[in-house]
């Protein structure tokens, strides 16, 4: 058993050092591995936060996950996982009922009566807390010597992990030569490591800096909590503040508001948008597992951001970059512009229609249509309004005086063709899936992991009904699908079985109703012995499918 524990914690160990990126989904297969190997019935980890004052939940393994995410966050001292941190030992009950120390009262009522608690340490350092919970509380002792082999090893490698993201983000800040570009490349590296959707910084004096600029409302709280140094999440009670969006509104984005620490005060407040998944597959932790995290990735980078309103235009920069994989953004000259930027509203959605057919015409009826529906696409009026529109769009996208060197006229048709240096997302993406395709084994496996680096979320993930992209949302999230679903073939063909179940778990996450996927998770869980997580997801299929899949419960 100890071998196993070992082994597993060497994969992840491994997968880590060469992508910190892929924690998330890392931890949750690791998790699942501890739980199947141990016998317990939950697992969960808390990560640290650097300045050492609370844990906060970031991953879990198990079925109750609703009852133990009450509670998200323990201050140091405080309930089992901030007991361990504090005093730097285990903790442990048998009579999870009567013990006092226990703060969760929703798990103790669903039968829970063993409990193990273990810190993760370095002489210098709690970088978390692993629990393990169990109806069976005959199991701990066995638990606990098993995990006394593998704690210290896990320890030692989510650290490496934390401070690896910490030294990539300062080296990609330090590249930066000006102070808004230093808080930019904190902030997208920000989005690539947790696949956030926007983000924003705002010092406590001086201008916002944004990703996409204007497309995040201003904070409003009077006394900010995380102006003092309080991490906030919309949707976690222990983590509350009420100026963020409910974010159990459907269609609302989670956001996460970080302090940034400097020389021991908070300087300015990171803000984080997640994108809304479906609720079947999702995890239920969105915004919350990537607090601590977040926490380590900023706190070499925030002393070198020196903000202050100073922009400056890179001289090796494309003349536009487009984003168009979660929130759309473009960018001009090296400047990120804003919707307000385009002037006209119809402008930018202009933008987006000839952005998502790039290459490829559309009819001047198609886009007034699509436009102003209902108006008569064909006619005279609407036809006057396209010109005026094209007009404004093409004062914002095209250099002065030089028409025609991105938004193309072809007799009654337009489409976006640049002819100047430029950078589309979706065509990369699309580019790096093809050359993949071509591979096989380790190197289609690489080759498609460079591709999904870019797919962020759902193509143009905030026009959700827009009929005219829907097309190529569909398009471009089956690459991305179908990509994941080869990674987990060739990683199962190789015997990597635990890179597979994260791949089907990712894959899961952008598609829950892809029932090959399901099924292909389940017979990978049967061929490890882990009879209890396949009925797990057997259950979460049957979720998914409506009723009765075709497949038997395990």
């Given at each position: 058993?100890?071998?196993?524990?070992?082994?597993?914690?060497?994969?992840?160990?491994?997968?880590?050092?060469?992508?910190?990126?892929?924690?998330?989904?890392?931890?949750?297969?690791?998790?699942?591995?501890?739980?199947?190997?141990?016998?317990?019935?939950?697992?969960?980890?808390?990560?640290?936060?650097?300045?050492?004052?609370?844990?906060?939940?970031?991953?879990?393994?198990?079925?109750?996950?609703?009852?133990?995410?009450?509670?998200?966050?323990?201050?140091?001292?405080?309930?089992?996982?901030?007991?361990?941190?504090?005093?730097?030992?285990?903790?442990?009950?048998?009579?999870?009922?009567?013990?006092?120390?226990?703060?969760?009262?929703?798990?103790?009522?669903?039968?829970?009566?063993?409990?193990?608690?273990?810190?993760?340490?370095?002489?210098?350092?709690?970088?978390?807390?692993?629990?393990?919970?169990?109806?069976?509380?005959?199991?701990?002792?066995?638990?606990?010597?098993?995990?006394?082999?593998?704690?210290?090893?896990?320890?030692?490698?989510?650290?490496?992990?934390?401070?690896?993201?910490?030294?990539?983000?300062?080296?990609?800040?330090?590249?930066?030569?000006?102070?808004?570009?230093?808080?930019?490349?904190?902030?997208?590296?920000?989005?690539?490591?947790?696949?956030?959707?926007?983000?924003?910084?705002?010092?406590?004096?001086?201008?916002?800096?944004?990703?996409?600029?204007?497309?995040?409302?201003?904070?409003?709280?009077?006394?900010?909590?995380?102006?003092?140094?309080?991490?906030?999440?919309?949707?976690?009670?222990?983590?509350?503040?009420?100026?963020?969006?409910?974010?159990?509104?459907?269609?609302?984005?989670?956001?996460?508001?970080?302090?940034?620490?400097?020389?021991?005060?908070?300087?300015?407040?990171?803000?984080?948008?997640?994108?809304?998944?479906?609720?079947?597959?999702?995890?239920?932790?969105?915004?919350?597992?990537?607090?601590?995290?977040?926490?380590?990735?900023?706190?070499f980078a925030a002393g070198e951001l020196g903000l202050s309103p100073a922009p400056a235009e890179a001289p090796d920069t494309?003349?536009?970059?487009?984003?168009?994989?979660?929130?759309?953004?473009?960018?001009?000259?090296?400047?990120?512009?804003?919707?307000?930027?385009?002037?006209?509203?119809?402008?930018?959605?202009?933008?987006?229609?000839?952005?998502?057919?790039?290459?490829?015409?559309?009819?001047?009826?198609?886009?007034?249509?699509?436009?102003?529906?209902?108006?008569?696409?064909?006619?005279?009026?609407?036809?006057?309004?396209?010109?005026?529109?094209?007009?404004?769009?093409?004062?914002?996208?095209?250099?002065?005086?030089?028409?025609?060197?991105?938004?193309?006229?072809?007799?009654?048709?337009?489409?976006?063709?640049?002819?100047?240096?430029?950078?589309?997302?979706?065509?990369?993406?699309?580019?790096?899936?093809?050359?993949?395709?071509?591979?096989?084994?380790?190197?289609?496996?690489?080759?498609?992991?460079?591709?999904?680096?870019?797919?962020?979320?759902?193509?143009?993930?905030?026009?959700?009904?827009?009929?005219?992209?829907?097309?190529?949302?569909?398009?471009?999230?089956?690459?991305?699908?179908?990509?994941?679903?080869?990674?987990?073939?060739?990683?199962?063909?190789?015997?990597?079985?635990?890179?597979?179940?994260?791949?089907?778990?990712?894959?899961?996450?952008?598609?829950?109703?892809?029932?090959?996927?399901?099924?292909?998770?389940?017979?990978?869980?049967?061929?490890?012995?882990?009879?209890?997580?396949?009925?797990?997801?057997?259950?979460?299929?049957?979720?998914?499918?409506?009723?009765?899949?075709?497949?038997?419960?395990?």
């Open positions: 058993m100890a071998e196993a524990l070992l082994k597993t914690v060497s994969w992840a160990t491994d997968v880590l050092s060469r992508d910190p990126r892929q924690l998330f989904h890392v931890v949750r297969v690791l998790l699942s591995d501890l739980r199947r190997v141990t016998g317990m019935d939950a697992a969960e980890l808390y990560l640290a936060d650097p300045a050492q004052t609370c844990l906060m939940l970031s991953g879990y393994s198990g079925q109750d996950q609703g009852t133990f995410s009450e509670r998200r966050v323990f201050a140091f001292g405080e309930g089992f996982p901030g007991l361990v941190a504090a005093g730097r030992g285990a903790v442990e009950t048998a009579d999870l009922g009567r013990d006092e120390r226990f703060v969760r009262d929703g798990v103790r009522a669903l039968g829970y009566r063993g409990f193990l608690s273990l810190p993760l340490l370095l002489p210098h350092a709690v970088v978390g807390v692993l629990t393990l919970a169990t109806r069976e509380p005959a199991r701990l002792g066995e638990a606990r010597a098993q995990m006394a082999f593998c704690a210290p090893l896990l320890a030692a490698s989510l650290y490496a992990v934390m401070t690896s993201l910490g030294e990539r983000t300062l080296a990609r800040v330090r590249q930066a030569r000006t102070p808004r570009e230093r808080a930019l490349a904190l902030l997208e590296d920000t989005l690539d490591a947790t696949s956030g959707l926007r983000a924003t910084l705002r010092p406590l004096d001086g201008e916002p800096v944004e990703t996409h600029p204007q497309q995040m409302a201003p904070c409003e709280a009077q006394g900010c909590p995380a102006r003092r140094g309080q991490v906030c999440v919309s949707g976690v009670s222990d983590l509350h503040c009420p100026a963020l969006p409910d974010a159990e509104t459907p269609g609302t984005p989670h956001t996460v508001c970080l302090p940034l620490w400097d020389g021991g005060e908070v300087r300015a407040v990171a803000s984080v948008q997640f994108p809304v998944r479906g609720a079947v597959g999702t995890g239920g932790m969105v915004g919350s597992e990537t607090a601590a995290p977040l926490l380590w990735l900023s706190r494309p003349w536009l970059e487009v984003e168009t994989f979660g929130a759309f953004r473009a960018r001009r000259g090296g400047e990120w512009l804003s919707p307000r930027d385009f002037r006209r509203r119809q402008a930018y959605q202009l933008f987006k229609l000839l952005v998502t057919r790039w290459g490829r015409p559309l009819h001047a009826d198609e886009l007034c249509e699509a436009l102003w529906p209902g108006e008569g696409g064909g006619s005279e009026k609407a036809l006057a309004r396209l010109h005026v529109t094209l007009n404004a769009l093409r004062q914002v996208v095209e250099p002065q005086g030089r028409r025609g060197q991105v938004i193309v006229r072809d007799g009654p048709s337009y489409r976006f063709a640049p002819a100047l240096p430029y950078r589309l997302d979706a065509e990369e993406f699309e580019t790096l899936v093809r050359e993949a395709d071509r591979l096989e084994g380790a190197a289609a496996v690489a080759g498609y992991e460079r591709a999904l680096r870019l797919y962020r979320g759902h193509y143009l993930e905030d026009d959700p009904y827009a009929d005219l992209l829907a097309l190529e949302r569909d398009y471009l999230r089956e690459l991305a699908v179908r990509s994941l679903l080869r990674c987990a073939e060739e990683q199962e063909a190789a015997g990597q079985t635990q890179a597979a179940l994260a791949s089907y778990s990712h894959l899961l996450t952008l598609d829950p109703l892809h029932f090959e996927a399901h099924e292909a998770l389940i017979d990978v869980l049967l061929r490890r012995g882990q009879v209890e997580d396949a009925r797990a997801r057997w259950e979460r299929y049957a979720q998914a499918y409506g009723g009765q899949p075709p497949r038997p419960a395990p």
